[in-house]
């Protein structure tokens, strides 16, 4: 920990990837990734219900990796107590993580890991822009930064789920409502 203090290493757990792959035998593991938002190409690919990370996995071997789950977890909050930078993401090339979608899983599992909300929340925002080396422009609510905010209708900081609950959002000053947002991703999806 120290080491990636000392050599400022951030850390992207990616925990929604490793959590469909390791409870990748269970049916909410699928149903909680929407697959109705994913694209046409990924459905084709999802169709079966075997992930080809696990394929040759016995139910003992998923037994074995769910039982070690809760260790991975708790190192992801020592990470974090430690102070190693953490961000929030997906990765998208992965079966069963549907774009957006597990976007909010992720931020759900980083609270579930004993990480606060309002943490998570810098973790997926300000974090972020640091990484990518843009926090003079995004990242935070400030003067002179880029218009892009997203408005809720219930406070994640009370529910990191809430993220979910989008009302609108703002980007590069031009406001979408939850309406229009709706119609793009029809749109893409059938794409």
Do not use: C
Request: negative net charge; proline residues 4%; glycine residues 6%.
């Amino acid at each position: 920990m120290a080491a990636l203090v000392k050599n400022e290493v951030t850390v992207d757990p990616n925990l929604v990837v490793y959590e469909s792959i390791i409870f990748g035998n269970k049916a909410v593991t699928k149903r909680r990734m929407r697959l109705e938002y994913a694209t046409e190409k990924q459905k084709i690919q999802w169709a079966s219900d075997i992930n080809p990370t696990t394929f040759i996995w016995s139910d003992d071997d998923f037994m074995a990796v769910q039982n070690v789950w809760p260790k991975f977890v708790e190192f992801v909050r020592l990470l974090h107590d430690n102070g190693i930078i953490l961000t929030a993401g997906s990765d998208l090339i992965n079966p069963w993580i549907t774009p957006g979608v597990a976007f909010h899983r992720e931020l759900e599992l980083l609270v579930d890991s004993g990480i606060p909300s309002s943490e998570v929340i810098k973790i997926a925002t300000r974090n972020g822009a640091i990484v990518l080396g843009i926090l003079d422009k995004a990242g935070t609510i400030e003067e002179g930064r880029t218009a892009n905010l997203v408005i809720f209708n219930a406070d994640p900081i009370m529910n990191i789920s809430n993220t979910k609950e989008i009302y609108s959002i703002m980007f590069e000053g031009k406001l979408f409502s939850k309406v229009e947002l709706d119609n793009m991703l029809k749109a893409k999806v059938n794409n």
